[in-house]
């Protein structure tokens, strides 16, 4: 459940009608409601009640600050994928001994700038890695915390692009390979092992992969622990689904209490790494319809959002549904909606049912809170879109639109071609 809405005909965030916002701070814009934000994050978090947790939110997923701090406010932590993230998550609030780092290339610097935090652990991915984090260690004098992201191998049935935890990824440490990185592990002096973690995909809308997971990584618990290994933390990373669509995930009490049947009673620390289902539904992206234009076989709907704005339709055919922020009566169209950028690939959504639009008209492109503002880019040299957090009836820019200036920043013209 979410926090927009129709009132008489009109989207409202929370009691804030989107009109208004778009009218004051100009299109495209990204629209979050605080509401849906801390509701979702509380399901998700009361869910675990009774089953010790750590629920980090996975920050590539919207890295806003001003969205890190509400996560930080409600005791969450974070799921960080780089440096950058990692300034992120301090500047916003996270405590550090609540941040877990997962990804396959972190450099030195990053590694550095993690140990110098002090932050919860590393979840590691390869063996070079590992040995990387104990010289960082050794060279800043810290002691490095530990997991192995293990890749168990599942079937997910989610969009191949969003997959991560198959033997043909590029993420993790094959199962059949853990043991002897764990021996490894245990013989670097800066280094403290502290866990196994895995990821296993993204939009998952069934609960066996998971629980897949699950036992794989407490059989595997149960070997190291016979190497004289304790481990302290199981982390079953993120990736339950949302509904953009017709999709019916299973809603976090479903998905906690299949855990908690397994792993109620363990020892682990379990942590959590969601980072869709917590802010997917809690924001959309509003677009304004430049032209309309029919060809013989289509009707097109160009709006001024773009593929560099929302992305996910051009990379993994997503649907966002596409609301009109007045509803109008008159007949629907099917058309499609794209952007102006140079690219076929650039829609957001294609032979839709939708409203029949016109110049000027208002659009919203629904549940754009999730891999939304966080992928965009400045292709085809636009500037990236406001953002706007709503909390019941008062709104604020979270970030400005770029400018023409923030498009050319960094920039030079060396004297030597001039
Ligand atoms: C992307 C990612 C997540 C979050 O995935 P969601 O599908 O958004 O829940 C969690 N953990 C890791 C390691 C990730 O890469």
């Not at 406010?73 to 550090?96: H, K, Q, T």
């Not at 002897?180 to 670097?188: Q, S, V």
């Not at 794209?338 to 409203?355: H, N, Q, S, W, Y």
Request: glycine share 8%; net charge negative.
């Amino acid at each position: 459940m979410h926090f927009f809405s129709y009132k008489n005909d009109e989207l409202f965030c929370e009691e804030v009608p989107a009109e208004s916002i778009a009218e004051q701070v100009g299109t495209p814009l990204y629209l979050y409601s605080w509401a849906t934000i801390v509701r979702h994050f509380r399901i998700f978090k009361d869910a675990f009640n009774g089953l010790k947790h750590l629920i980090c939110f996975s920050v590539k997923s919207n890295s806003n600050i001003a969205i890190l701090n509400t996560i930080a406010s409600e005791g969450g932590g974070a799921d960080i994928v780089s440096g950058g993230e990692l300034y992120r998550a301090l500047r916003a609030g996270i405590s550090p001994d609540k941040i877990v780092y997962s990804g396959v290339g972190k450099t030195p610097d990053d590694i550095e700038m993690a140990l110098k935090s002090n932050i919860l652990m590393f979840n590691i991915e390869s063996e070079q890695e590992l040995k990387t984090i104990n010289d960082v260690a050794e060279k800043t004098g810290n002691r490095a915390r530990i997991a192995v992201r293990i890749n168990p191998d599942i079937e997910p049935n989610t969009h191949p692009y969003i997959v991560t935890g198959f033997n043909e990824n590029k993420f993790g440490i094959q199962i059949d390979n853990a043991l002897p990185i764990y021996e490894l592990a245990k013989g670097l002096k800066y280094v403290d092992i502290k866990g196994i973690s895995c990821h296993i995909g993204s939009q998952l809308t069934e609960i066996s992969p998971f629980i897949d997971a699950l036992l794989k990584l407490r059989e595997l618990a149960q070997k190291i622990k016979k190497m004289g290994i304790s481990l302290e933390f199981l982390d079953l990373g993120g990736g339950l689904g949302i509904t953009y669509d017709t999709e019916s995930p299973p809603d976090p009490s479903e998905y906690a209490s299949a855990i908690k049947k397994i792993a109620g009673k363990d020892e682990f620390t379990l942590i959590l790494e969601p980072g869709r289902v917590i802010v997917g539904n809690a924001g959309i992206l509003i677009a304004r319809v430049i032209y309309t234009k029919i060809t013989p076989n289509k009707k097109f709907i160009i709006v001024d959002a773009g593929m560099n704005d929302l992305i996910r339709p051009s990379l993994y055919n997503s649907y966002h549904s596409v609301m009109p922020i007045k509803k109008t009566s008159g007949e629907t169209i099917v058309a499609d909606l794209v952007g102006p950028i140079c690219e076929t690939g650039d829609f957001l959504a294609k032979d839709r049912v939708m409203p029949p639009f016109k110049q000027g008209d208002l659009v919203a492109l629904m549940s754009a809170g999730a891999y939304g503002f966080s992928m965009a880019s400045n292709y085809n040299s636009r500037p990236r879109p406001a953002e706007i957090l709503v909390k019941g009836k008062e709104f604020s820019l979270i970030r400005s639109r770029e400018t023409l200036d923030d498009l050319v920043r960094g920039e030079e013209i060396p004297e030597f071609i001039d």
